[in-house]
C-alpha cells in the first residue's frame, strides 16, 4: 500500500519511484497560508529494504516577505507552480556557500508577483525556465520567519532536517548512481 503523500501523486497522475533510496521528494504548500511563515511541508518518501519511509519536515514553498517587497527581477518575486518537475535538482553550491539541492537539471515554471503587496500572488502569467529555485535549508539551526531566505527557493525552517534530506540524496545517488532529483510540489488537499 502507498504512503498516503504518494497515493496522492498518484491519483494527480505523476510518476511514483519505487526503487530503493529512489527519492520521491514533494513539497505541500498550506492553502491560504501566512506570508513569510515556515507553514509548508516538505516530504521524502522511499523504500528501504522493501519498506515505505516517509519524512514530513516544516518548510515553506513561497518566497519570504523581503522579495514580495523587493523582487530581484523586473517581472516580480518568482512562486513555483504545483506540479511535476522531472531530475530538476542536482547537488551543487547553493550561493556559493554550501551543498543544497540546485535547480541544474530541467526548467520550472513560476507565477511572478511585481506588485510589491507583500502577498503572494498565485496567479495570472506565468515563466518557465532556469531560474535558481532550489531546496536548501534558512541557515544554521532553525527559523521561524522565512525573510530573505527564500527569492521563490524551497526552504527547510530546520537545519538538521534539511541535512537528512541532503543525506539520504547521498543515499540515492551511492545506491542507484542517479544524480537527479524530480520534485513533486502539491498544493495542501
Avoid at 498516503?4 to 520521491?24: C, H, M, S, T, W
Avoid at 531530475?87 to 539541492?101: D, F, R
Wanted: glycine share 10%.
Amino acid at each position: 500500500m502507498l504512503p498516503p503523500i504518494l497515493a496522492r501523486k498518484k491519483e494527480l497522475g505523476y510518476p511514483v519511484f519505487d526503487g530503493q533510496y529512489d527519492l520521491n521528494i514533494v513539497g505541500i504548500r498550506k492553502r491560504n497560508g501566512a506570508p513569510n511563515r515556515f507553514d509548508d511541508m516538505l516530504t521524502c518518501t522511499y523504500r528501504k529494504q522493501g519498506q515505505w519511509i516517509a519524512h514530513y519536515w516544516a518548510a515553506t514553498t513561497d518566497p519570504g516577505q523581503y522579495y514580495l517587497l523587493n523582487p530581484l527581477q523586473i517581472k516580480g518575486t518568482a512562486i513555483l507552480c504545483p506540479g511535476h518537475y522531472p531530475g530538476v535538482w542536482e547537488i551543487g553550491m547553493h550561493a556559493g556557500k554550501y551543498e543544497a539541492l540546485c535547480q541544474r537539471g530541467g526548467e520550472v515554471t513560476v507565477w511572478r508577483d511585481a506588485n510589491r503587496d507583500g502577498q503572494a500572488d498565485m496567479n495570472g502569467p506565468t515563466d518557465t525556465g532556469f531560474f535558481g529555485i532550489n531546496c536548501h535549508k534558512s541557515g544554521s539551526g532553525s527559523s521561524t520567519a522565512v525573510n530573505r531566505w527564500s527569492a521563490g527557493c524551497q526552504v527547510f525552517a530546520n537545519e538538521s532536517d534539511f541535512e537528512e534530506l541532503m543525506r539520504l540524496a547521498r543515499m540515492q545517488i551511492a545506491t542507484l548512481y542517479f544524480e537527479s532529483f524530480s520534485y513533486t510540489l502539491l498544493e495542501e488537499w
